[in-house]
């Protein structure tokens, strides 16, 4: 199997790491093949590489303006952070005065490392302090009134010179005027990770005991980094051993990187023809970038402000697309972006924006471009036309308007799942009546939902909310709709009456089938449930049941808001299974497992108090003690967010045929039956990748592909992705529902030595 990537790659992700410059590179090369002394070693060889270290270091001084303060080498700048805190608290801890409460105090945007470093070593030294974050504003600013306040009892400070998320930049001058005359003694750690190259330093100037730097933010390797610390300040070695570096950090040096660091330092520290372009440069560069995003997506909203932040950080958020769609999106098209710290690239949304008050969706959609000193104006261009090629991608997909009015017309049918966080929205499209109705929608795809109907030149017969929300408002008469008369969740007043296994119920025709309505309440009073029925020679046949927060996956919906109760819940479930059969497809309102839909004999197997109600063998008191507890206990841990499963149970995890590259290529070679499903969006294909699969199945449309093969589970599927994380779980959620014969690619085609 192979997969080609016609371009080239472009890499806006400097933030989180930098290509090793060539020079540095060959000079870490030579080090190592030629100059490979001991530093420590008093022979020729060992002091011809001291000697190649104390350049260095003299050169490291230059570029940081150390004057007096001491420069030592580390791995990086979390041992870096690591050797400023432990200094700092073991000499604080000696002028600790009893029965006094004592803060560490550090920036609410701050790297993980520093909070976590602070919580780390306070609690080793016994120190006991409280630690506290200091707020920012809108713009990213530390609150200098809560310094001032806070300051006179704090034994410590961290601040960071600027934010790796953001780009954000701290007024030194400003903090410094602040912290000292509040307290003059404390000690002042300040992260200049991302300052290095980007802002001027002249660190013997101010009063700023430690400032640890990392080499692979800055195009040398990984593994260097280096720690100013102020002549006056205290120092606890960090790592104790054979006395290297003057005694204050052993470990045999890392000359390589040493080399390399060597000639980063030469390009600072040039006045003319250096490879680092010039502040006017950058800022034409993030102007160009800039002009070009909102050119592509003009809905887009940045989330740092350019007049207090570096050039060369873009964080911004497109309204109704997710970090992760956006992130697939430009790396289909071989631009390398993030979503935020590439420390926390698991966490679903930004603290740092969080911190800043910024709305909860810019925080969840936030996707950071950074890019280096280094780069070029060549690579700016390409990436500028590269994003525009993915405006143009959604566009034809019908995901946004597409600039040249151009869009796939290749008809939409069948089921669309969208999320937004937990919550699910669904729309479901007939071909043939160029008809659709959508459940749930939700506020983040109102644009989304209306450019897909408008591309795909269908009529909305409904929107349609299952009950009402209590974590998000309703979208619907944002939607483009017929003028009709409906009740308060969308319901039209005008639909027919059909009788569906005995039961009478209200329904409304898309083409052939028929959407009937439900009530359930118990998760609210005003609860429903919406079952798609298809038509054939007078014989309806369940396809899909919008459940709401009935059941969902691995839970039931809460029964604990005002307008609840989990008696009626009890009786809606029994009534509800009733009418559909044990593997119907059920698509409830929310998915916080990212296991898209589930079915009865799903959740029977691990939901023992579902099992308990569909087998009428609990009685009804016992279901609401039971249901009060469940309930309970998803309160106390959801905290301020409002979660509307209860959960009873652990997520299952089933046993997948994971695939090297080599080992598919061997396996598809003897078997022919396989179908091998790649299932990244259409978008994704749109940005000139080979169509080496024999199918394409979105994860937008894997509920519709469940459905559509519900007959046939033994198949044999192996699912692509990207990365393999996509795959995986849609393997995991087809092995959950029945199909016997699931694989997946580890690594996605990402790690295909072709792509």
Same mark, same amino acid.
């Given at each position: 199997m192979t997969v080609e990537t016609v371009l080239p790659q472009i890499y806006l992700d400097a933030n989180a790491t930098t290509p090793v410059l060539e020079q540095a590179a060959d000079a870490a090369l030579v080090t190592m093949k030629t100059m490979f002394g001991n530093p420590s070693s008093s022979h020729i060889t060992g002091l011809q590489a001291k000697q190649l270290m104390e350049h260095t270091r003299?050169?490291?001084?230059?570029?940081?303006?150390?004057?007096?303060?001491?420069?030592?080498?580390?791995?990086?700048?979390?041992?870096?952070? +690591?050797?400023?805190?432990?200094?700092?608290?073991?000499?604080?801890?000696?002028?600790?005065?009893?029965?006094?409460?004592?803060?560490?105090?550090?920036?609410?945007?701050?790297?993980?490392?520093?909070?976590?470093?602070?919580?780390?070593?306070?609690?080793?030294?016994?120190?006991?302090?409280?630690?506290?974050?200091?707020?920012?504003?809108?713009?990213?600013?530390?609150?200098?009134?809560?310094?001032?306040?806070?300051?006179?009892?704090?034994?410590?400070?961290?601040?960071?010179?600027?934010?790796?998320?953001?780009?954000?930049?701290?007024?030194?001058?400003?903090?410094?005027?602040?912290?000292?005359?509040?307290?003059s003694d404390i000690f002042w750690m300040v992260d200049c990770v991302q300052a290095l190259g980007k802002r001027s330093l002249n660190l013997a100037r101010t009063t700023i005991d430690y400032a640890p730097f990392s080499g692979h933010k800055l195009y040398a390797p990984k593994g260097i980094g280096f720690v100013y610390i102020r002549e006056t300040a205290p120092f606890t070695p960090f790592i104790a051993g054979g006395g290297q570096e003057s005694g204050l950090r052993s470990g045999t040096e890392n000359l390589p990187g040493?080399?390399?660091?060597?000639?980063?330092?030469?390009?600072?520290?040039?006045?003319?023809?250096?490879?680092?372009?010039?502040?006017?440069?950058?800022?034409?560069? /993030?102007? #160009?970038?800039?002009?070009?995003?909102?050119?592509?997506?003009?809905?887009?909203?940045?989330?740092?402000?350019?007049?207090?932040?570096?050039?060369?950080?873009?964080?911004?958020?497109?309204?109704?697309?997710?970090?992760?769609?956006?992130?697939?999106?430009?790396?289909?098209?071989?631009?390398?972006?993030?979503?935020?710290?590439?420390?926390? @690239?698991?966490?679903?949304? @930004?603290?740092?924006?969080?911190?800043?008050?910024?709305?909860?969706?810019?925080?969840?959609?936030a996707i950071r471009l950074s890019f280096g000193p280094a780069t070029t104006q060549t690579e700016i261009d390409a990436a500028c036309?590269?994003?525009?090629?993915?405006?143009?991608?959604?566009?034809?997909?019908?995901?946004?308007?597409?600039?040249?009015?151009?869009?796939?017309?290749?008809?939409?049918?069948?089921?669309?799942q969208f999320k937004v966080g937990g919550a699910c929205c669904w729309l479901f499209a007939d071909k043939q009546s160029k008809t659709a109705i959508i459940i749930d929608p939700l506020p983040e795809l109102v644009e989304r939902l209306n450019t897909i109907l408008e591309c795909q030149q269908l009529t909305l017969l409904a929107a349609l909310d299952t009950h009402g929300h209590a974590d998000h408002e309703s979208s619907r008469t944002a939607l483009t709709l017929p003028k009709q008369t409906c009740d308060h969740l969308g319901w039209p007043t005008q639909t027919t009456q059909i009788e569906f296994k005995g039961q009478p119920l209200e329904a409304l025709a898309i083409g052939h089938y028929r959407l009937a309505k439900l009530a359930t309440?118990?998760?609210?009073?005003?609860?429903?449930?919406?079952?798609?029925?298809?038509?054939?020679?007078?014989?309806?046949?369940? /396809?899909?049941?919008?459940?709401?927060?009935?059941?969902?996956?691995g839970a039931l919906g809460r029964t604990n808001f005002s307008t609840s109760s989990?008696?009626?819940?009890?009786?809606?479930? +029994?009534?509800?299974?009733?009418?559909?059969?044990?593997?119907?497809?059920?698509?409830?309102?929310?998915? =916080?497992?990212?296991?898209?839909?589930?079915?009865?004999?799903?959740?029977?197997?691990?939901?023992?108090l579902l099992n308990s109600v569909l087998q009428h063998d609990i009685a009804v008191d016992i279901f609401v003690e039971k249901k009060a507890q469940i309930d309970k206990n998803i309160v106390d841990e959801a905290g301020s967010e409002i979660m509307c499963g209860a959960t009873v149970c652990t997520k299952n995890q089933f046993e997948l045929?994971? =695939?090297?590259?080599?080992?598919?290529?061997?396996?598809?070679?003897?078997?022919?039956?396989?179908?091998?499903?790649?299932? /990244?969006?259409?978008?994704?294909?749109?940005?000139?990748?080979?169509?080496?699969?024999? #199918?394409?199945?979105?994860?937008? /449309?894997?509920?519709?592909?469940?459905?559509?093969?519900?007959?046939?589970?033994?198949?044999?599927?192996?699912l692509v992705c990207r990365s393999g994380s996509r795959s995986q779980a849609a393997a995991q959620a087809l092995a959950r529902l029945g199909f016997h014969n699931i694989g997946h690619l580890k690594g996605g085609y990402a790690l295909i030595p072709s792509a």
């Open positions: 003299q050169k490291a001084r230059a570029v940081l303006g150390s004057g007096h303060g001491r420069v030592i080498f580390t791995s990086g700048a979390t041992e870096g952070i +690591q050797t400023g805190i432990l200094s700092a608290l073991c000499e604080a801890k000696k002028k600790i005065q009893p029965n006094k409460k004592y803060t560490l105090l550090y920036g609410a945007t701050e790297h993980k490392a520093v909070p976590e470093s602070l919580k780390h070593w306070n609690q080793i030294l016994e120190i006991n302090a409280d630690v506290k974050a200091i707020p920012v504003d809108g713009a990213g600013n530390l609150d200098l009134a809560f310094i001032a306040n806070e300051v006179p009892n704090a034994l410590m400070i961290c601040t960071m010179a600027v934010n790796n998320e953001t780009g954000v930049y701290q007024d030194l001058n400003k903090l410094e005027e602040v912290i000292r005359k509040h307290n040493l080399a390399a660091l060597s000639v980063i330092f030469d390009e600072l520290l040039k006045e003319n023809d250096s490879q680092f372009a010039s502040v006017d440069k950058l800022h034409n560069f /993030r102007n #160009q970038l800039t002009q070009t995003l909102k050119d592509a997506f003009p809905t887009i909203v940045f989330n740092n402000q350019f007049s207090n932040s570096v050039p060369t950080t873009l964080n911004f958020a497109i309204p109704g697309f997710s970090s992760k769609e956006i992130m697939d999106l430009f790396d289909a098209a071989n631009i390398r972006v993030s979503s935020g710290s590439a420390c926390s @690239s698991k966490v679903t949304r @930004s603290f740092v924006l969080d911190a800043m008050g910024l709305p909860a969706w810019q925080s969840e959609s036309e590269r994003i525009l090629h993915c405006a143009q991608a959604l566009g034809h997909s019908c995901l946004m308007q597409a600039a040249n009015g151009v869009n796939n017309k290749e008809a939409l049918d069948g089921l669309v309440p118990g998760h609210t009073e005003d609860s429903v449930t919406f079952m798609l029925l298809e038509q054939q020679q007078g014989e309806y046949t369940i /396809r899909y049941v919008f459940c709401g927060d009935l059941i969902l996956m989990s008696k009626a819940m009890m009786h809606s479930i +029994q009534l509800l299974a009733q009418l559909i059969e044990s593997d119907t497809l059920l698509c409830p309102s929310h998915d =916080y497992n990212n296991e898209f839909a589930t079915t009865l004999a799903a959740e029977c197997n691990r939901n023992l045929h994971e =695939y090297t590259t080599k080992e598919l290529n061997a396996h598809i070679a003897n078997n022919e039956s396989v179908l091998l499903i790649d299932i /990244r969006e259409p978008h994704e294909y749109a940005l000139n990748h080979d169509r080496a699969f024999d #199918q394409n199945v979105p994860l937008t /449309r894997l509920t519709d592909f469940i459905c559509k093969h519900s007959q046939d589970k033994s198949k044999e599927l192996v």
